[in-house]
């Protein structure tokens, strides 16, 4: 059981990236995924959720209209769709699992969540 984020760079403020969470040894349909990141000094927090029932899709007020998660169940596979990247949105993107719905569990840290993978990073000049 592994998942992999990629996809990270160093943008311009207001370009745009796709972040992927890909997964192995599992379908990544069974579970509720969440998107996290850490700045540099600061604790890890959730970004974005989208939960594994009815495939519902959460986001922190940060982010809400700039970006999308959605999943490829043919490559099991999620993706954060970011546009409009501001500078504090860099960090390390990270991806993770979790079997309930999202409810506000992807609201801070991520506690709830497992099967960390490597992050990718996200640098955004302004």
């Known amino acids: 059981v592994q998942l992999q984020a990629s996809g990270g760079g160093l943008v311009q403020a207001g370009e745009s990236l796709t972040l992927s969470c890909a997964a192995s040894?599992?379908?990544?349909?069974?579970?509720?995924i969440g998107w996290f990141r850490q700045a540099p000094g600061k604790e890890r927090e959730g970004v974005s959720c989208i939960a594994s029932d009815d495939r519902s899709a959460h986001y922190i007020d940060a982010v809400k209209g700039r970006f999308t998660i959605s999943r490829d169940e043919d490559n099991n596979t999620v993706y954060l769709q970011m546009n409009n990247l501001k500078p504090e949105d860099t960090g390390v993107y990270y991806c993770a699992t979790r079997p309930q719905k999202c409810r506000d569990a992807f609201i801070g840290p991520g506690d709830t969540f497992s099967n960390w993978g490597r992050g990718t990073l996200v640098t955004v000049s302004s």
């Open positions: 040894g599992f379908p990544l349909d069974y579970y509720t």
